[in-house]
């Protein structure tokens, strides 16, 4: 291309691959030459490997917003990132769904230890051997024998809504027209009883009690509040069949959250004839709310 000046060069608006760029250089003369450099030669210093959209560059695969850039799919915001699903906050990570704090986590709600959105229930006591017999007296003792766990709720450890179940059998034996007491209690706070049955004859039958309680207040006696609701079956010699009574009751007067419970039941006959037997063979005692 010959010498041309500046101003004799037409003036260009677009430019493609094979169009030419004219520049003027100034270095092999003082009035200066042109010369003509491809348009694709630009344009691959900008797109190229290092260029805003090449390899390295800003939305190139190793740029800011590039695969492996800080928004990319390794980058801290992507996938494998610090907030991506794999990272530390991503659904794979220490406090994601299945991370340590997550769902399925150690801590999570499947996890080795997992806090639960509703109470925990869990057996507390199981006699593991019968009951002292209670036979030929009239003495108020107690139908419960040694077991595993324990039937103690320690002070201020109750809340309210707390629920718990007991079921107690074993034999029975009474004489015609004798009377028979079962109580529930707590040291000498009564949770309920089934006052003085008149029995029938029974000769070494089956017996069971089934009793429900609930916390309904915390506090101090007159202001706690338990409801305790029981049946108490046993079957007869004349009919082969079972008979009973049953009983609910509220205790809002002497029942104490503030000090130590321990579960009791007793049995009391009316009078000591050697007929009058009765004594347990299972006692389950669960928390069931």
Do not use: C, W
Request: hydrophobic share 30%; charged share 10%.
């Amino acid at each position: 291309m010959p010498d041309l000046p500046i101003s004799s060069l037409p003036a260009a608006t677009t430019g493609y691959a094979n169009s030419l760029l004219v520049i003027v250089n100034y270095t092999p003369i003082a009035s200066g030459r042109t010369e003509a450099v491809p348009f694709s030669a630009i344009t691959a210093s900008i797109a190229g490997t290092s260029g805003t959209n090449g390899t390295n560059g800003t939305s190139g695969t190793n740029g800011t917003s590039g695969s492996s850039g800080t928004s990319g799919s390794s980058g801290t915001s992507g996938s494998s990132g610090t907030s991506g699903s794999s990272g530390t906050s991503g659904s794979s990570g220490t406090s994601g769904s299945s991370g340590t704090n997550g769902t399925s986590g150690t801590s999570g709600s499947s996890g080795t230890s997992p806090v639960s959105l509703y109470p925990y229930v869990y057996g507390l006591f199981s006699q593991t051997g019968n009951s002292d017999t209670i036979s030929g007296t009239t003495s108020q003792l107690s139908l419960v024998g040694s077991g595993a766990g324990s039937l103690t709720i320690s002070a201020n450890t109750f809340s309210v809504g707390d629920s718990f179940q007991v079921k107690i059998s074993g034999h029975i034996s009474s004489k015609n027209n004798d009377t028979l007491t079962i109580r529930v209690k707590t040291g000498s706070v009564i949770l309920g009883t089934t006052n003085a049955i008149t029995m029938p004859t029974i000769t070494n039958k089956d017996f069971e009690l089934s009793i429900f309680f609930t916390i309904r207040a915390l506090g101090t006696a007159t202001n706690a509040s338990i409801v305790s609701q029981g049946t108490f079956l046993y079957l007869v010699d004349s009919s082969s069949k079972f008979e009973g009574v049953n009983f609910s009751t509220v205790n809002n007067t002497t029942f104490d959250t503030t000090v130590s419970n321990t579960l009791d039941i007793t049995a009391q006959y009316s009078s000591s004839d050697a007929g009058n037997v009765i004594f347990s063979e299972l006692l389950i005692l669960n928390k069931i709310y």
